[in-house]
């Protein structure tokens, strides 16, 4: 089978030719259908400090099961399926929280840009018939972001501001939705993903300037309540700060690899609550499975592009760089 394979320290991503797996006790094998290219993958792959090191790679990804291991039960062949991309040993302090991704002892299952994959089959969410592949491969992401705000301190009611207009921001804004915010301003720096912004359950836009916190807080009528930041670049957590209200809240979501500077003083006037999160639990693989299609809007409206597997390395390239593109789709 073709698989994508990075071989660490910011060497080129190469498409080869491997071994189809088979499935081992407790596991199953899939045939691939589609995987999202993360902006994770494109920050772990530059060879910095944080970095994938050398495999193959792929996390947001759903396919059909083609190959049951011994002792498997409660799946079928020809069952769809996402996958939650990360193992658990149910005996460390992260399995204790429930979060897959803060378990450091069991397998993961990262390979999602291949055309078969074999996983530990209680990390398989079945799919219900109506919704597609492309829903399928959307689970993990949306995972993120209702992990996130069910994490944060946001309750029905109040006033959000989002940072960002990235896939992370924009299912921030969808749960923020569902959940109950009263306003909600998406805040970027550009203003290319505006209209998906406001499809996603925005109530208004903001553009990054000299002006955003006087906008934002007149769209909101008043100060946010909660800011997700979803950026995850240097600064953003200083304008999280400046969002909020007195005795607000900043949830992180943005995954900042880098040094971002907070002015304790400014936040510390504010008596504002900071937190960090990455991750989700299996509860939100299985709600999203669940009521994906129960929305105010379609999740596929980010997906800009599908491409074949041979183009994932030049469209990593390309998307380190200027582009037009929101959430591209390898159809392996």
């Not at 790679?57 to 062949?77: N, T």
């Amino acid at each position: 089978m073709k698989a994508a394979y990075y071989p660490g320290k910011g060497q080129p991503i190469v498409i080869e030719e491997i071994a189809d797996p088979e499935p081992g006790p407790g596991q199953i094998v899939i045939k691939v259908h589609r995987c999202g290219i993360c902006g994770t993958d494109l920050s772990m792959t530059r060879g910095e400090m944080w970095d994938y090191g050398a495999g193959q790679f792929g996390h947001e990804y759903a396919g059909e099961i083609v190959a049951l291991g011994k002792g498997v039960e409660g799946l079928r062949i020809g069952g769809k399926i996402s996958v939650l991309p990360s193992g658990a040993c149910g005996h460390c302090a992260g399995c204790a929280g429930g979060n897959h991704i803060l378990c450091n002892n069991a397998e993961g299952a990262m390979r999602g840009f291949a055309e078969y994959a074999a996983l530990a089959a209680n990390i398989a969410v079945p799919l219900p018939d109506s919704l597609s592949m492309a829903d399928g491969a959307l689970v993990e992401p949306l995972a993120v972001s209702l992990y996130g705000v069910g994490r944060s301190a946001m309750k029905a009611g109040d006033n959000v501001v989002v940072l960002g207009g990235g896939t992370v921001a924009l299912y921030t804004i969808y749960w923020a939705r569902r959940l109950g915010a009263r306003r909600i301003v998406a805040l970027s720096r550009s203003d290319r993903r505006r209209e998906l912004c406001l499809a996603m359950g925005a109530d208004a836009f903001v553009q990054f300037g000299e002006n955003e916190l006087a906008e934002t807080t007149e769209a909101l009528g008043g100060p946010a309540d909660v800011v997700f930041e979803c950026v995850g670049t240097e600064g953003m957590l200083a304008k999280s700060v400046m969002h909020a209200k007195l005795y607000g809240h900043v949830t992180s979501l943005g995954f900042c690899t880098g040094m971002d500077p907070v002015m304790p003083a400014m936040a510390s006037y504010k008596c504002v609550t900071m937190q960090f999160l990455v991750g989700y639990t299996m509860r939100e693989f299985l709600y999203i499975a669940d009521q994906a299609d129960k929305g105010h809007v379609d999740p596929k409206l980010i997906v800009t592009s599908d491409i074949p597997l041979a183009d994932l390395p030049a469209t990593m390239t390309a998307l380190r760089g200027p582009n037009t593109e929101t959430k591209v789709h390898v159809l392996c």
